[in-house]
């Protein structure tokens, strides 16, 4: 059986994972990015997949996080709330994916797939992967990472005809249908993976919104919906694989917290820190990644 990786939305958050995926790394002496077989990531999630699948290990790609996130997170000094509302600019971002992500998306060695929303196309969902050729890595990640009302959207000219994109967090948060679509189409890929699924924002009580003001609202479905990563397709990914083929990660939290607020990231880790020692999580995910055919021979 062949190892898939899929990490899902949630900024700042993202640094979780990269912790649990250390200790996974440090416990079984294997790299992700070698033993990965394929990947997917939405949002924050596509910077960690890219960089596996660049074959970057998880503590490289924590320590560029821990490095750079209150350089991507500074607020700009004046929002238009009217016209052009964002938080923050994407400036930083985009120079640190190009300088991190500098070949096109031809040149990734295995299957990837980077969900983004495309704005003014015949249809919204955009799948970015390795058919994608000339494209380049670092736009097809920033264009997933372009979250409404945190980034603006970004936009280039092909054909003679713009394209805009924001975030895939949008209608693909959790990538793991992505996945395992994208999947279908190489037949060595039949019956014979297994996904590794992280939930980036974690698991938490939806809160009831019933009344409130378009800005309330806006907020609402932003933090508890787009971010939030829902069980639909590990279900799913359960059904049409087996549920022995799917290893869910996904601590349990009292409430959500912001996925750009820089001053919890300590406790993030620590939440994932506990999480991988209780139930024998860790111990759990690490023969779940060591199970797989590449990992067992020691390749």
Not at 65 to 88: M, T
Not at 286 to 292: A, G, Q
Request: proline share 3%; glycine share 10%.
């Amino acid at each position: 059986m062949r190892l898939t990786i899929s990490i899902s939305g949630g900024g700042a958050l993202g640094i979780g994972p990269l912790h649990f995926m250390r200790r996974i790394e440090q416990d079984t002496g294997v790299r992700l990015a070698d033993a990965g077989a394929a990947f997917a990531g939405t949002s924050t999630g596509s910077i960690i997949a890219a960089g596996l699948c660049h074959g970057m290990s998880a503590e490289e790609i924590y320590n560029l996080y821990r490095s750079n996130l209150p350089s991507i997170f500074s607020k700009v000094v004046i929002k238009n709330v009217v016209n052009d509302y964002h938080l923050y600019d994407n400036t930083y971002l985009k120079k640190l994916l190009q300088k991190t992500f500098k070949r096109k998306m031809y040149e990734f060695e295995k299957p990837i797939y980077i969900p983004a929303t495309f704005m003014n196309g015949d249809s919204v969902e955009k799948v970015w992967d390795r058919g994608d050729g000339m494209t380049d890595q670092w736009f097809a990640i920033l264009s997933s990472c372009s979250a409404p009302t945190y980034f603006n959207p970004i936009s280039r000219t092909k054909n003679g005809q713009k394209e805009v994109y924001c975030d895939g967090g949008l209608w693909a948060n959790d990538p793991v249908m992505v996945l395992e679509s994208g999947l279908n189409k190489y037949k060595e890929f039949k019956d014979d993976y297994k996904i590794l699924t992280f939930n980036t924002a974690m698991r938490h009580t939806n809160i009831a919104f019933e009344r409130g003001s378009l800005l309330g609202w806006g907020k609402y479905i932003m933090e508890e919906w787009v971010a939030r990563t829902g069980r639909s397709g590990y279900f799913q990914a359960c059904a049409n694989i087996g549920e022995k083929n799917v290893c869910r990660l996904a601590p349990r939290i009292g409430k959500s917290f912001a996925m750009d607020n820089l001053k919890i990231l300590d406790q993030i880790c620590e939440i994932w820190d506990k999480y991988y020692d209780e139930d024998d999580t860790g111990k759990k995910a690490c023969e779940f990644v060591m199970s797989t055919t590449k990992t067992a021979k020691g390749k």
